[in-house]
């Protein structure tokens, strides 16, 4: 999955290069998002209304959460609201407005080389929270 995250975060900086010369960053990024997200609209249709993808999408060791998951595909806990807003503002439009910037100012394959950088970032970070909150806390979430 690495792999597949570096490939398709380089292969979007490169699409994006020739258009950044002549669109504002943020435009091209807007655009970018407007599509995936049509994308991941039709993808999550597809894996909602396919019981084989859901219990694939929605696999866990516990049967009671696998379950409600399959049950509940659509439904966002409470708790999760907050970090999962953090992680659409903060490491997703943020990130890729700030690369899509930088691929304006930068070679392609020097911002390319950065797009490692943000799997290492979160494991920082969760090692981060971790020692902050202790390890019981890291069970919770499933950080190991």
């Known amino acids: 999955l690495f792999f597949l995250n570096c490939l398709g975060t380089s292969s979007y ?3 994006s290069k020739p258009l950044v010369a002549r669109q504002s960053p943020i435009l091209v990024t807007s655009w970018s998002y407007l599509l ?3 994308m991941m609209l039709a993808t999550a249709a597809v894996a909602n209304n396919s019981p084989t ?3 694939f999408v929605c696999h866990d060791k516990d049967p009671e959460a696998q379950r409600m998951c399959e049950d509940n595909a659509w439904s966002v806990p409470t708790s999760a ?3 999962l807003c953090y992680w659409i ?3 997703s439009m943020l990130s890729y407005g700030l690369m ?3 691929n304006r100012y930068a070679k392609a394959s020097v911002v390319s080389a950065y797009t490692v950088l943000q799997p290492a970032t979160a494991g920082v970070m969760s090692m981060l929270l ?3 909150k202790g390890p019981a806390w890291g069970d919770k979430y499933g950080l190991q």
């Open 13 to 15: 900086v490169i699409a």
């Open 53 to 55: 993808l859901l219990r």
């Open 89 to 91: 503002v903060c490491s």
């Open 100 to 102: 899509t910037w930088g």
């Open 36 to 38: 995936g997200s049509c």
């Open 130 to 132: 971790i020692l902050a």
């Open 81 to 83: 609201a907050l970090p």
